[in-house]
């Protein structure tokens, strides 16, 4: 029996996880970059333990905020903001024109929602790990 976890079986394990996840526009944003993650992975990615995943998730960049700002994701205010806001929200933020708080900009906003989605992403992968008997750590 083969343990190890496959592309398919993770992109499996994260939308199976979209039935819990909440209903918030920020929620469905996270799901949405995970799902996004998981289809970016290298078919041939090594994926035998979390470690490696995390890695490969990463795609060369150090941090999710590295990623974020090197243009692995979204790179237009208007873009982030679309996927991240509810429409009350866009609307205050006049579609991305504004800053989404006061403490960080739409690239950070975005790199908070990436480290979720790898997170979510991790979850799913230890799932995964242990329902074809391999090992998640």
């Not at 205050?92 to 800053?99: I, N």
């Not at 799913?124 to 998640?136: E, L, M, S, V, W």
């Given at each position: 029996?083969?343990?190890?976890?496959?592309?398919?079986?993770?992109?499996?394990?994260?939308?199976?996880?979209?039935?819990?996840?909440?209903?918030?526009?920020?929620?469905?944003?996270?799901?949405?970059?995970?799902?996004?993650?998981?289809?970016?992975?290298?078919?041939?990615?090594?994926?035998?333990?979390?470690?490696?995943?995390?890695?490969?998730?990463?795609?060369?960049?150090?941090?999710?905020?590295?990623?974020?700002?090197?243009?692995?994701?979204?790179?237009?205010?208007?873009?982030?903001?679309?996927?991240?806001?509810?429409?009350?929200?866009?609307?205050?933020?006049?579609?991305?024109?504004?800053?989404?708080?006061?403490?960080?900009?739409?690239l950070e906003c975005q790199a908070r929602a990436l480290a979720q989605a790898a997170a979510l992403v991790r979850?799913?992968?230890?799932?995964?790990?242990?329902?074809?008997?391999?090992?998640?750590?």
């Open positions: 029996m083969n343990n190890t976890v496959t592309k398919q079986k993770l992109l499996s394990a994260v939308a199976a996880h979209k039935a819990k996840a909440g209903r918030s526009a920020w929620s469905r944003a996270v799901h949405t970059y995970a799902v996004e993650l998981v289809e970016g992975l290298d078919a041939s990615a090594d994926l035998s333990n979390e470690n490696l995943l995390n890695k490969a998730l990463l795609n060369g960049a150090g941090d999710w905020q590295q990623y974020s700002e090197g243009g692995c994701a979204l790179v237009y205010n208007a873009d982030i903001a679309e996927r991240l806001c509810s429409p009350s929200e866009l609307k205050r933020v006049r579609g991305g024109e504004r800053q989404p708080n006061s403490r960080e900009n739409w979850r799913a992968y230890a799932k995964a790990a242990r329902a074809t008997g391999g090992n998640a750590s």
